[in-house]
């Protein structure tokens, strides 16, 4: 997705963007043939213009049917065309760091152009700064929004995960009908950068933490089997400041009843890439069927998985499959919308059994 704004819309974008991964403002496009051609473009933009040279540097290059032989290769070019760059307007360069960088670069490689980019987020904005580590997240919180969004859930629905592990998807809905600013507690690349206007930035933040007119008391309920997740789940949304809008409780997800008469269910049970053998998912997954069609009629359940055997295995007929990716994990996001009775087909008044 590409679009075009002024210093206030890129502050305001990485601050309220719940799905993005980066925003990164596009510095140059141009052709190239050769490793060559990239260095002599990089190395023509004013980089002092744009960053100091006491900040710390790290170059990034992806492609895509690039004819270079090599982008390691590609991205060390870059990295020293920056850095000559500096050297010959300041005397002296950017020292890299790999791990934890003032000033990102991205490169993209097309068949016959390149582009080239400055990172304004910094860390991937599904950062939001208040996960616990100590429990391993399934899926990012910009995924999670995304999620949550597809399932067409809103703020005065009902919303339960029952398997809820660190409380990712609970932690997101209840920011979101709060109106909390996903990156309202994080830095940002843009801080980083020359041109930065901290008054504007401190006044867009300020405004951040003003609970919107609109926010609404959510209904939202959340159990695991761990006890580990939970209070994992429990610090992440206080450290979130969305604590007192969640309900957990310690409860088997094949022991869990509704909450509600009717509401929007969402998971991301384990599968065989995460966590649990072939055989013994196979096993789980009629099991939850039988529990959603028994427990939760007048429901709208989604499930969120890597494993593309489960509408056959847990029983039930999805009315939407949605595929997405879990990292470089294929997934679907299977739709269940649960009726009462049977889920048969009702015969027709000609539709009689053959003798």
Same mark, same amino acid.
């Given at each position: ?69 090599? =982008? ?147 209904? =939202? ?32 997800? =094949? ?9 929007? /269910? ?25 529990? /959603? ?63």
């Amino acid at each position: 997705m590409q679009f075009t704004g002024d210093r206030e819309t890129c502050y305001r974008v990485n601050l309220w963007s719940r799905i993005a991964s980066r925003i990164l403002w596009k510095v140059a496009e141009f052709p190239y043939r050769s490793e060559h051609d990239i260095y002599n473009e990089v190395k023509r933009l004013d980089w002092p213009r744009h960053f100091e040279v006491k900040r710390t540097l790290r170059v990034s290059v992806t492609g895509q049917k690039s004819p270079l032989k090599s =982008l390691e290769f590609a991205t060390l070019r870059i990295k020293d065309a920056i850095c000559d760059r500096f050297r010959e307007a300041q005397g002296i360069r950017p020292s890299v760091d790999r791990s934890a960088p003032d000033v990102r670069v991205h490169a993209f490689l097309d068949p016959s152009r390149a582009s080239v980019y400055l990172d304004t987020s910094g860390e991937p904005l599904f950062k939001r700064s208040w996960r616990d580590d100590e429990v391993q997240a399934p899926l990012r919180e910009n995924l999670a929004a995304g999620i949550l969004m597809l399932t067409g859930w809103t703020p005065d629905q009902v919303l339960l995960d029952p398997m809820c592990g660190g409380g990712t998807f609970l932690t997101e809905a209840a920011a979101m009908a709060r109106g909390r600013a996903p990156g309202g507690k994080r830095e940002f690349g843009f801080e980083k950068l020359r041109g930065f206007d901290s008054a504007l930035w401190e006044k867009l933040r300020a405004s951040a933490t003003q609970l919107p007119t609109e926010a609404r008391t959510p209904l =939202l309920y959340g159990s695991d089997s761990d006890p580990r997740a939970l209070q994992a789940a429990r610090r992440n949304l206080a450290a979130a400041g969305v604590e007192r809008w969640v309900k957990l409780e310690q409860v088997d997800v =094949l022991d869990r009843e509704a909450p509600a008469a009717s509401g929007v /269910m969402i998971a991301n049970p384990p599968y065989g890439e995460r966590i649990g053998s072939e055989e013994a998912l196979a096993e789980l997954y009629p099991l939850l069927g039988n529990v /959603m069609k028994t427990r939760f009629s007048s429901w709208n359940c989604f499930l969120f998985t890597g494993d593309l055997r489960l509408p056959k295995l847990i029983r039930l007929e999805a009315s939407r499959r949605i595929p997405l990716f879990n990292g470089p994990i294929e997934c679907r996001l299977y739709q269940f919308e649960i009726v009462a009775g049977s889920h048969r087909k009702k015969r027709g008044p000609q539709e009689g059994k053959a003798e």
